[in-house]
C-alpha cells in the first residue's frame, strides 16, 4: 500500500509536464553493462529501463559491447524500425564494423544497438592516436580492458556522427547518457569532433577511490590531501584516470548516485556534480499489507530447516527465538564492513550470555570466495535432517493409520498398540545418527586460502566457534545463493526474505543496492553515513531508526566507537518482540516507494532537461523549478516499535499479542507525515552557480578549444555537508572517560568479553537516545546533497559537544 498516493501524478510524461521536451528528442544510454552483467550499474540500466520507456517510447535507445553468449539468452535481434538507425548500421557494417539491432528481454523491452569491439581492433592503434592528440591520454598496450574502452568509445562516436549525417537536416536532438569511465572516451571524442548531442557523465564510483579504499587508507579524513596524479600512477591507473577525469569535465551535466560520491568526486575528479542522481528499484507491491509478511514466514521456515541440518547434535536452542541476520555482497572485507561487523558479534555474545538471554543469533556471511567444494560436514548435516524428517514421517503415517483403524472399531487406542517395537528400533537409530563429537563448521565449503581468509582468521581471534555456550552463531557461505543448492536451496530474495535484519556497516558504498533491496522487501537493515543509501535516508526520514533503518555512525565516530554503536543497534533489536519486529517491518517496507524509481526518476529528468539548456540554450530553457518536489518523513506520530522504545513500551521478553495495532491508521499516519519540500530556492541557486561554473554555456556546443568547465574544485560552489549529523545513537555506554585516548582498532582496544553492563540506566543500551522528538529536523531542509556543507577535514568532533553526550 502506497503512503504517498500516485507519485506517477508527478512524472508525467515530458511532453505533457510543461516542460520544453519535444517528441524530436532522442535519449541515448551508453554503459558497458548493457545486456553484460559486470556489476551493479547493470541492475541500474535494467531496472530502471521499464520507467524510462514508459516516459520516453521508442525514443530511447542503449548502447552496449556485443558478446555472443549475452546475447543469445538476453536480446532477440531485430530490424530497427528507424530509417535513419538502420541506414547508420548498413553504412557502418559495409565499412568493416560489426553493429547490432535488437530488444533486450528485460521488462520493459527496450530497444539496443550492440557494437563487437574485437571486429574494429584493427583501428585500435589509429584511435589511441587521435586520443593521444585531442587530449594528450595515452594507453598501454597491455591494458585489455582500457583498449576495449577506446574501441568501444570511438564506436560510440562513429555511430553518432553517422546517425546525425544519415538524418539529412532533419536531426533530432539527441542526449547522450554515459556511464562510467569505461564509455568516458565516447563522451570525449564526440564533444571533441563537434558531434551536437546533450552529454551526460554519470560515475557510480570514482576509480580512484575505489582502488585507494581496496589498500585500507584513512580515505574520508585525507580527500583533500590526496595527490590524485601520484595516486593514480603508483597504482599504474592514471590512464584510465585521466579517461574518467577528462569525461567529467567535458560533459554538460556531470552526475553521481550519492551525495557522499559527490564529495568524493569533488576532490579526486576536481569537479563538482551538477545533480545527485540516486539508485532506485523497480517494486511489486502486494495487494494486501500482510502478503510480504507471509512471504517472510515461508522464507523463514526454509532457513530453519537449514539451520536445524547445520546444527545437529547441538540444536539446544529455541528456534523460535532464534533471530537471523546477514551480510552480503562482494568479498572486500574492509570496504564492506565484514570486520566491524564479526567484533560487533563477538561483544553481542558476551552481552547476551551475560544476561542469560533465551535469544539466539545466527548470522550469515553471504560473500563468494575461492572454494574447491562443499563441506562434507555440512552436507551430511543436511543429510541426517533429511533422514529423521524421513523416519519421522514413516512412524507418523504408521501411527496415523493404526489409530483411524481403531477409532472405527470404536476403540479407543493404547499407547503399546500405536507404537511397535520395530519403530522404537527406527527411531533409536535415527537418534544415534544425531550424535556429533565435533562442533557445527562455520563455513560451508571448503576454502582453498582458509589459513589466510579475513573472515576465518577473524573468527579464529574473537573465538565464535558455534559453541553450545555460545547466543551467537555464525555461519560462512562463501558462494552465491541459488534455488538448486543441494545445502540452501533458495533465492537470494527468498533468503532476504527470511531473514529478521541485514547489517551493511560499510566504509566504502556509494550507493548501496543490498540495504535498499532490504527497504522494499519489509526487512530492516543497519547500514552507514559513509553509504550513499545512509546519506539518501538521512535526507528523506527525521528518525530512520523509527522505520527499521539504522544509520551507523562511521563518518564522525572512531572504529570502535562504531563498534559499540553497532553493538547496540544488534542487542537492541535482537531484544525485541515477535510483535514489534513485525509492526516495523511494515513500517519498513512502507518506506519503499521512496527507493522506486517513479520516484527517483524524476532525477534523471532533471540531468536530462539541464543538459539540453546547455547543449541547445536557443532552443531548452533552463527554468527547472517545476521538478521540485521532494518526499520527507517526519517522525512517527505514534511510538514507533523499533529497537529505541521497546524498553520503556513493552515488558523484558513479552510476546504479548493483546496490544492495540490498527495497520489502515499507521498507514493513513505515515501519509500525514508526508512532506512535499519545496526547492525553489535551491534550484534557483544551482541555476546562478551554473551560470558561473558553465564557461562553454553561451558559446557553440561544438567549441571544445577552451575547457568547458574550472579544472578546479571551487571553495565557492563545492559539495559540502554538515560537520556534524545528528547521532542516532548514543554509542558511548560500552567506552569509559578515557575513549578520546584509545587506539581505534577494535581487536586491541576494546575486550569483547567485558562491555558495559547495557542494563546500567546511565549508560543505556538505547540506540535512538540522541534524538530529541520534540526537537524533529527541520522537514524544509533541501533534500539535495548539493547544497550541503562538508568540512576540509574530517575529524570526530569533541566530546563537549557531541549530542550523544548531552
Given at each position: 500500500m502506497s503512503v504517498f498516493g500516485d507519485v506517477s501524478e508527478s512524472l508525467r510524461r515530458p511532453e505533457s509536464s510543461g516542460h520544453s521536451l519535444r517528441d524530436d528528442v532522442i535519449l541515448v544510454e551508453v554503459a558497458w553493462e548493457v545486456t553484460n552483467k559486470v556489476g551493479g550499474i547493470y541492475t541500474v540500466i535494467q531496472t530502471k529501463a521499464k520507467v524510462t520507456i514508459d516516459e520516453w517510447g521508442e525514443n530511447y535507445v542503449m548502447m552496449g559491447p556485443y558478446f555472443e553468449h549475452n546475447v543469445r539468452t538476453q536480446v532477440e535481434l531485430v530490424e530497427p524500425q528507424n530509417p535513419a538507425i538502420k541506414r547508420t548500421i548498413d553504412s557502418m557494417n559495409s565499412k568493416g564494423c560489426k553493429v547490432y539491432f535488437g530488444r533486450w528481454l528485460i521488462e520493459g523491452n527496450p530497444c539496443v544497438i550492440l557494437f563487437d569491439v574485437g571486429a574494429t581492433a584493427w583501428s585500435l592503434d589509429r584511435w589511441k592516436a587521435e586520443l593521444w592528440d585531442c587530449c594528450s591520454i595515452g594507453i598501454p598496450w597491455y591494458d585489455r580492458e582500457a583498449n576495449d574502452a577506446v574501441l568501444f568509445g570511438f564506436l560510440i562516436t562513429w555511430f553518432l556522427g553517422e546517425f546525425v549525417s544519415q538524418c539529412e537536416g532533419n536531426c533530432p536532438f539527441i542526449i547522450t547518457h554515459f556511464h562510467e569511465w569505461l564509455s568516458g572516451v565516447g563522451l570525449i571524442m564526440c564533444r571533441f569532433r563537434k558531434i551536437p548531442v546533450a552529454t551526460i557523465f554519470t560515475t557510480h564510483a570514482t576509480l580512484l577511490g575505489r582502488y585507494l579504499c581496496a589498500g585500507n587508507v584513512d580515505f574520508y579524513n585525507n580527500l583533500a590531501y590526496f595527490d590524485v596524479d601520484r595516486e593514480a600512477g603508483e597504482r599504474q591507473i592514471y590512464h584510465r584516470y585521466c579517461m574518467e577525469r577528462a569525461a567529467v569535465h567535458c560533459t554538460h551535466v556531470f552526475t553521481t548516485v550519492s551525495e557522499i560520491t559527490a564529495v568524493e568526486a569533488g576532490y579526486l575528479l576536481k569537479c563538482k556534480p551538477h545533480v545527485v542522481t540516486p539508485n532506485g528499484l523497480n517494486l511489486r507491491k502486494f495487494s494486501a499489507v500482510h502478503e510480504f509478511q507471509n512471504l517472510h514466514s515461508k522464507s523463514k521456515m526454509r532457513i530453519q530447516e537449514f539451520v536445524r541440518g547445520h546444527f545437529y547434535g547441538h540444536l539446544d536452542f529455541d528456534l523460535d527465538k532464534t533471530v537471523y541476520f546477514f551480510i552480503a555482497g562482494r568479498y572486500e572485507f574492509t570496504n564492506k564492513g565484514a570486520d566491524l561487523f564479526l567484533e560487533a558479534l563477538a561483544r553481542l555474545n558476551y552481552l547476551l550470555r551475560t544476561h542469560q538471554s533465551r535469544v539466539t543469533v545466527v548470522a550469515f556471511f553471504i560473500m563468494p570466495a575461492r572454494t574447491n567444494n562443499f563441506n562434507v560436514e555440512t552436507l551430511k548435516g543436511q543429510a541426517v535432517r533429511k533422514q529423521l524428517w524421513d523416519t519421522a514421517n514413516a512412524v507418523k503415517e504408521k501411527f496415523g493409520k493404526k489409530l483411524y483403524e481403531s477409532l472405527l472399531s470404536g476403540e479407543l487406542p493404547e499407547a503399546k498398540q500405536m507404537i511397535d517395537q520395530e519403530d522404537f528400533v527406527m527411531m533409536k537409530r535415527a537418534l544415534l545418527s544425531t550424535q556429533r563429537q565435533s562442533l557445527p563448521p562455520v563455513c560451508t565449503h571448503n576454502m582453498l586460502d582458509d589459513s589466510t581468509d579475513p573472515i576465518l582468521s577473524t573468527i579464529r581471534r574473537i573465538g565464535l566457534f558455534n559453541h553450545p555456550n555460545d547466543r551467537v552463531k555464525v555461519i560462512f557461505h562463501p558462494e552465491f545463493l541459488s534455488s538448486t543448492s543441494p545445502l540452501l536451496p533458495l533465492d537470494y530474495e527468498e533468503f532476504v526474505r527470511g531473514c529478521h535484519l541485514g547489517v551493511f556497516p560499510s566504509y566504502y558504498e556509494p550507493w548501496g543496492y543490498t540495504p535498499a533491496e532490504c527497504t522494499v522487501m519489509g526487512i530492516p537493515s543497519i547500514s552507514t553515513n559513509l553509504s550513499g543509501f545512509g546519506c539518501f535516508m538521512e535526507h528523506h526520514i527525521t528518525d530512520p531508526?523509527?522505520?527499521?533503518?539504522?544509520?551507523?555512525?562511521?563518518?564522525?565516530?572512531?572504529?570502535?566507537?562504531?563498534?559499540?554503536?553497532?553493538?547496540?543497534?544488534?542487542?537492541?533489536?535482537?531484544?525485541?518482540?515477535?510483535?514489534?519486529?513485525?509492526?516495523?517491518?511494515?513500517?519498513?517496507?512502507?518506506?519503499?516507494?521512496?527507493?522506486?524509481?517513479?520516484?527517483?526518476?524524476?532525477?534523471?529528468?532533471?540531468?536530462?532537461?539541464?543538459?539540453?539548456?546547455?547543449?541547445?540554450?536557443?532552443?531548452?530553457?533552463?527554468?527547472?523549478?517545476?521538478?521540485?518536489?521532494?518526499?520527507?518523513?517526519?517522525?512517527?506520530?505514534?511510538?514507533?516499535?523499533?529497537?529505541?522504545?521497546?524498553?520503556?513500551?513493552?515488558?523484558?521478553?513479552?510476546?504479548?499479542?493483546?496490544?492495540?495495532?490498527?495497520?489502515?491508521?499507521?498507514?493513513?499516519?505515515?501519509?500525514?507525515?508526508?512532506?512535499?519540500?519545496?526547492?525553489?530556492?535551491?534550484?534557483?541557486?544551482?541555476?546562478?552557480?551554473?551560470?558561473?561554473?558553465?564557461?562553454?554555456?553561451?558559446?557553440?556546443?561544438?567549441?571544445?578549444?577552451?575547457?568547458?568547465?574550472?579544472?578546479?574544485?571551487?571553495?565557492?560552489?563545492?559539495?559540502?555537508?554538515?560537520?556534524?549529523p545528528t547521532d542516532p545513537s548514543d554509542a558511548n555506554w560500552m567506552t569509559n572517560s578515557s575513549d578520546s585516548k584509545m587506539p581505534t582498532n577494535p581487536s586491541v582496544s576494546h575486550d569483547p568479553r567485558k562491555p558495559t553492563d547495557p542494563s546500567d540506566p546511565s549508560k543505556s543500551t538505547n540506540p535512538s537516545t540522541s534524538h530529541d522528538p520534540s526537537k524533529p529536523t527541520d522537514p524544509n531542509r533541501p533534500t539535495n546533497p548539493s547544497s550541503s556543507k562538508w568540512p576540509r577535514k574530517l575529524s570526530n568532533p569533541s566530546r563537549d559537544t557531541n549530542p550523544s553526550n548531552t
Amino acid at each position: 500500500m502506497s503512503v504517498f498516493g500516485d507519485v506517477s501524478e508527478s512524472l508525467r510524461r515530458p511532453e505533457s509536464s510543461g516542460h520544453s521536451l519535444r517528441d524530436d528528442v532522442i535519449l541515448v544510454e551508453v554503459a558497458w553493462e548493457v545486456t553484460n552483467k559486470v556489476g551493479g550499474i547493470y541492475t541500474v540500466i535494467q531496472t530502471k529501463a521499464k520507467v524510462t520507456i514508459d516516459e520516453w517510447g521508442e525514443n530511447y535507445v542503449m548502447m552496449g559491447p556485443y558478446f555472443e553468449h549475452n546475447v543469445r539468452t538476453q536480446v532477440e535481434l531485430v530490424e530497427p524500425q528507424n530509417p535513419a538507425i538502420k541506414r547508420t548500421i548498413d553504412s557502418m557494417n559495409s565499412k568493416g564494423c560489426k553493429v547490432y539491432f535488437g530488444r533486450w528481454l528485460i521488462e520493459g523491452n527496450p530497444c539496443v544497438i550492440l557494437f563487437d569491439v574485437g571486429a574494429t581492433a584493427w583501428s585500435l592503434d589509429r584511435w589511441k592516436a587521435e586520443l593521444w592528440d585531442c587530449c594528450s591520454i595515452g594507453i598501454p598496450w597491455y591494458d585489455r580492458e582500457a583498449n576495449d574502452a577506446v574501441l568501444f568509445g570511438f564506436l560510440i562516436t562513429w555511430f553518432l556522427g553517422e546517425f546525425v549525417s544519415q538524418c539529412e537536416g532533419n536531426c533530432p536532438f539527441i542526449i547522450t547518457h554515459f556511464h562510467e569511465w569505461l564509455s568516458g572516451v565516447g563522451l570525449i571524442m564526440c564533444r571533441f569532433r563537434k558531434i551536437p548531442v546533450a552529454t551526460i557523465f554519470t560515475t557510480h564510483a570514482t576509480l580512484l577511490g575505489r582502488y585507494l579504499c581496496a589498500g585500507n587508507v584513512d580515505f574520508y579524513n585525507n580527500l583533500a590531501y590526496f595527490d590524485v596524479d601520484r595516486e593514480a600512477g603508483e597504482r599504474q591507473i592514471y590512464h584510465r584516470y585521466c579517461m574518467e577525469r577528462a569525461a567529467v569535465h567535458c560533459t554538460h551535466v556531470f552526475t553521481t548516485v550519492s551525495e557522499i560520491t559527490a564529495v568524493e568526486a569533488g576532490y579526486l575528479l576536481k569537479c563538482k556534480p551538477h545533480v545527485v542522481t540516486p539508485n532506485g528499484l523497480n517494486l511489486r507491491k502486494f495487494s494486501a499489507v500482510h502478503e510480504f509478511q507471509n512471504l517472510h514466514s515461508k522464507s523463514k521456515m526454509r532457513i530453519q530447516e537449514f539451520v536445524r541440518g547445520h546444527f545437529y547434535g547441538h540444536l539446544d536452542f529455541d528456534l523460535d527465538k532464534t533471530v537471523y541476520f546477514f551480510i552480503a555482497g562482494r568479498y572486500e572485507f574492509t570496504n564492506k564492513g565484514a570486520d566491524l561487523f564479526l567484533e560487533a558479534l563477538a561483544r553481542l555474545n558476551y552481552l547476551l550470555r551475560t544476561h542469560q538471554s533465551r535469544v539466539t543469533v545466527v548470522a550469515f556471511f553471504i560473500m563468494p570466495a575461492r572454494t574447491n567444494n562443499f563441506n562434507v560436514e555440512t552436507l551430511k548435516g543436511q543429510a541426517v535432517r533429511k533422514q529423521l524428517w524421513d523416519t519421522a514421517n514413516a512412524v507418523k503415517e504408521k501411527f496415523g493409520k493404526k489409530l483411524y483403524e481403531s477409532l472405527l472399531s470404536g476403540e479407543l487406542p493404547e499407547a503399546k498398540q500405536m507404537i511397535d517395537q520395530e519403530d522404537f528400533v527406527m527411531m533409536k537409530r535415527a537418534l544415534l545418527s544425531t550424535q556429533r563429537q565435533s562442533l557445527p563448521p562455520v563455513c560451508t565449503h571448503n576454502m582453498l586460502d582458509d589459513s589466510t581468509d579475513p573472515i576465518l582468521s577473524t573468527i579464529r581471534r574473537i573465538g565464535l566457534f558455534n559453541h553450545p555456550n555460545d547466543r551467537v552463531k555464525v555461519i560462512f557461505h562463501p558462494e552465491f545463493l541459488s534455488s538448486t543448492s543441494p545445502l540452501l536451496p533458495l533465492d537470494y530474495e527468498e533468503f532476504v526474505r527470511g531473514c529478521h535484519l541485514g547489517v551493511f556497516p560499510s566504509y566504502y558504498e556509494p550507493w548501496g543496492y543490498t540495504p535498499a533491496e532490504c527497504t522494499v522487501m519489509g526487512i530492516p537493515s543497519i547500514s552507514t553515513n559513509l553509504s550513499g543509501f545512509g546519506c539518501f535516508m538521512e535526507h528523506h526520514i527525521t528518525d530512520p531508526s523509527a522505520y527499521g533503518v539504522y544509520i551507523l555512525d562511521r563518518r564522525f565516530k572512531s572504529l570502535d566507537e562504531c563498534c559499540n554503536q553497532l553493538t547496540s543497534f544488534l542487542y537492541s533489536f535482537s531484544q525485541q518482540s515477535r510483535r514489534q519486529r513485525i509492526i516495523q517491518r511494515n513500517r519498513t517496507e512502507r518506506l519503499s516507494d521512496l527507493l522506486d524509481w517513479r520516484y527517483l526518476g524524476r532525477y534523471y529528468t532533471h540531468a536530462r532537461l539541464l543538459a539540453l539548456s546547455k547543449a541547445f540554450p536557443s532552443d531548452f530553457s533552463d527554468d527547472l523549478a517545476e521538478i521540485s518536489a521532494s518526499l520527507h518523513y517526519s517522525q512517527p506520530t505514534s511510538s514507533p516499535p523499533s529497537p529505541s522504545f521497546s524498553a520503556a513500551s513493552t515488558p523484558r521478553y513479552s510476546d504479548s499479542e493483546i496490544e492495540p495495532y490498527d495497520e489502515e491508521e499507521e498507514v493513513e499516519i505515515d501519509r500525514k507525515n508526508i512532506k512535499l519540500d519545496s526547492m525553489l530556492n535551491l534550484i534557483h541557486e544551482r541555476n546562478k552557480n551554473l551560470e558561473e561554473s558553465f564557461t562553454f554555456r553561451k558559446s557553440s556546443i561544438g567549441n571544445t578549444s577552451s575547457s568547458s568547465r574550472p579544472s578546479e574544485f571551487s571553495s565557492s560552489t563545492a559539495t559540502t555537508i554538515p560537520s556534524k549529523p545528528t547521532d542516532p545513537s548514543d554509542a558511548n555506554w560500552m567506552t569509559n572517560s578515557s575513549d578520546s585516548k584509545m587506539p581505534t582498532n577494535p581487536s586491541v582496544s576494546h575486550d569483547p568479553r567485558k562491555p558495559t553492563d547495557p542494563s546500567d540506566p546511565s549508560k543505556s543500551t538505547n540506540p535512538s537516545t540522541s534524538h530529541d522528538p520534540s526537537k524533529p529536523t527541520d522537514p524544509n531542509r533541501p533534500t539535495n546533497p548539493s547544497s550541503s556543507k562538508w568540512p576540509r577535514k574530517l575529524s570526530n568532533p569533541s566530546r563537549d559537544t557531541n549530542p550523544s553526550n548531552t
